[in-house]
């Protein structure tokens, strides 16, 4: 069964203290991988899409990674604007449909 | 470019009533995606639609039904409510020639009494 799994479930950080955020998927015919952000009361913004392993992307303080089994996405030297909940998703090949899996989820607070 | 918008943004409704959700995709955008977000579940798909056509379809019951209009305007419709069909619902659109790039609005924020 495809599945996307995200951890932590919540993570509290420092402003300054960078960190990693795990996404590990079990997706047959793996389309791409997506990373969004949404923020309390918000539809998920679009931040990444990794196509294949060893792709890197980078965005500000942010950068997602991809290997077969996972992806990460890193958060250097955070600020409290960074705080919000960080969602990746994998899309499964299937034709032209655009069914996304969804993990549930990455609670980022970033204090001050 | 304007972004997806969704009508309403909040609706209240009783058990057993139904009720129409209204998305307008981005302009150039023919790609439509509903998704159900609720704290436990997460964003689960519910449907897809194409040049007015449903292309795929999520495991949700037979109450839950969509459609697209030729200008890609979309609408989904929940008939019978139930108390576990309060939740966030997410309309998404798509580029053309980037179709698993999904840009969302919103949402709808429906509660059921």
């Known amino acids: 069964e495809d599945q996307v799994t995200q951890s932590p479930e919540a993570l509290r950080l420092q402003e300054g203290e960078s960190s990693s955020l795990n996404c590990s998927y079990t997706?047959?015919?793996?389309?791409?991988l997506f990373w969004y952000r949404q923020d309390p009361g918000k539809g998920p913004e679009f931040l990444f899409t990794?196509?294949?392993a060893g792709e890197e992307k980078e965005k500000e303080r942010l950068k997602a990674t991809l290997t077969k089994k996972e992806s990460f996405l890193h958060i250097t030297a955070p600020k409290p604007e960074d705080s919000a909940t960080y969602l990746c998703?994998?899309?499964?090949?299937?034709?032209?449909?655009?069914?996304?899996?969804f993990g549930t989820g990455t609670l980022l607070a970033v204090q001050p | 470019k304007a972004g997806v918008t969704q009508t309403p943004r909040y609706l209240i409704k009783t058990r057993g009533q139904q009720v129409t959700l209204s998305c307008s995709p981005i302009?150039?955008?023919?790609?439509v995606s509903w998704y159900q977000q609720t704290p436990g579940q997460g964003l689960q798909f519910l449907f897809e639609?194409?040049?007015?056509?449903?292309?795929n379809k999520g495991n949700f019951p037979g109450r839950f039904s969509g459609r697209q209009f030729s200008n890609s305007r979309s609408e989904m419709n929940v008939s019978t409510l139930e108390l576990g069909d309060s939740a966030l619902y997410l309309c998404?659109?798509?580029?053309?020639?980037?179709?698993?790039?999904?840009?969302f609005g919103p949402g709808t924020r429906l509660t059921v009494t």
């Open positions: 998404a659109s798509s580029p053309p020639l980037a179709t698993y790039e999904q840009y």
């Open positions: 997706v047959s015919g793996l389309r791409g």
């Open positions: 990794l196509y294949s």
């Open positions: 998703a994998a899309g499964r090949y299937g034709g032209a449909t655009n069914k996304l899996i």
């Open positions: 302009s150039g955008h023919r790609s």
């Open positions: 639609y194409f040049s007015e056509t449903q292309r």
